[in-house]
């Protein structure tokens, strides 16, 4: 199969629409976001050999309708063979297919892509280590006053108590916290406002704790304690997972943020007795479908009822040996 020849680099002037269409399509998101559809697009772009971003999308807005389809077809059975997930596969062509949309709706192609992606079951395991594992995590960093276990115990009580993200934790800033009104400014994911969440006592308290330590200068609310840093960088998204992690390892739990994130949104479906409306209040999930995930798994209605067929099966009597007369009645009436 082949496909339109990809143009040299220093062919593609400002004026050239895979150019304009890639500004376009990376302009006013936010710089997480741009670099993770580039990363994608770079995948692309390493499948295509092509020299250079401009250059794949040309390859693609320059190609008739049932070639492009090809392409990307082609692209997605690439992704497929080095074994990536399907999450993966996903992002990786929606991001195609966001770009030549915005292609389409600025005119410079008239066609789509079609090619979708694979089915994938999300949120499968939605537990996290639990109340138990929260509880031991909690209690092994009780024992410790330094700065990290005072901070990572403020941490451990954000993401449980109040279901945050491991990017909502880490974007926090002290201006955030009002201690007063006992609340912290939250910038969920996708949105563009922070939305003033409650603080349950024992959170509140927590970050009051390594405030103490912290100080109040402005900043990020949970900064880095790396010596080379010298306590003055945000705390990043890995560093908040090697904490957790840690934290875990120590009481004997492999978990992560997220994890924690799973079992306080679990322990709130509990204690609200599968009052779903309510919980999503405090997930902030959109999409209320992923809640009746997490409540099915917490009451694991498949395995309660796969319990009893045994029970069934064996209240069942054999069954009686039928005779070829009645063989013979049954097939007749079959036949009629």
Not at 133 to 153: C, E, I, S, Y
Not at 198 to 208: D, G, K, Q, S
Not at 235 to 251: H, K
């Amino acid at each position: 199969m082949s496909f339109l020849p990809v143009p040299a680099a220093n062919s593609l002037e400002p004026s050239c629409p895979a150019v304009r269409l890639l500004a376009a399509f990376l302009s006013g998101r936010k710089a997480e976001t741009i670099k993770a559809y580039r990363a994608d697009l770079e995948d692309f772009q390493a499948f295509v050999k092509a020299g250079s971003l401009s250059d794949a999308a040309q390859s693609i807005i320059a190609s008739a309708p049932g070639d492009a389809n090809a392409q990307a077809l082609a692209y997605k059975t690439h992704l497929l063979e080095r074994g990536l997930s399907a999450a993966t596969v996903n992002r990786r062509l929606a991001a195609l297919r966001s770009l030549v949309k915005l292609g389409r709706t600025l005119g410079l192609i008239p066609w789509t892509l079609e090619i979708q992606g694979m089915k994938s079951e999300t949120y499968r395991d939605t537990k996290g280590p639990g109340r138990s594992g929260f509880r031991d995590m909690l209690h092994a960093l009780n024992k410790r006053h330094d700065a990290k276990g005072t901070r990572d115990r403020a941490i451990l009580r954000c993401l449980f108590n109040l279901g945050l993200r491991r990017k909502e934790v880490i974007g926090l800033d002290l201006d955030d916290f009002n201690s007063d009104a006992g609340t912290v400014a939250v910038l969920g994911k996708g949105r563009t406002e922070k939305v003033a969440l409650t603080l349950p006592a024992e959170t509140r308290a927590a970050i009051l704790s390594w405030l103490a330590i912290r100080g109040l200068a402005p900043g990020p609310l949970f900064h880095s304690l790396d010596p080379a840093k010298k306590g003055s960088g945000r705390l990043t998204g890995m560093g908040l997972y090697q904490s957790v992690r840690a934290a875990g390892e120590q009481v004997g739990i492999k978990t992560r943020p997220h994890g924690l994130r799973h079992a306080g949104i679990t322990e709130a479906l509990d204690v609200t007795r599968g009052n779903i409306r309510a919980v999503q209040k405090f997930s902030r999930h959109k999409d209320v479908r992923v809640l009746e995930r997490y409540d099915d798994n917490r009451l694991d209605l498949a395995g309660e009822v796969a319990s009893k067929l045994p029970q069934v099966c064996r209240t069942i009597r054999p069954r009686e040996v039928v005779s070829s007369n009645n063989e013979q009645t049954f097939f007749a009436t079959v036949s009629s």
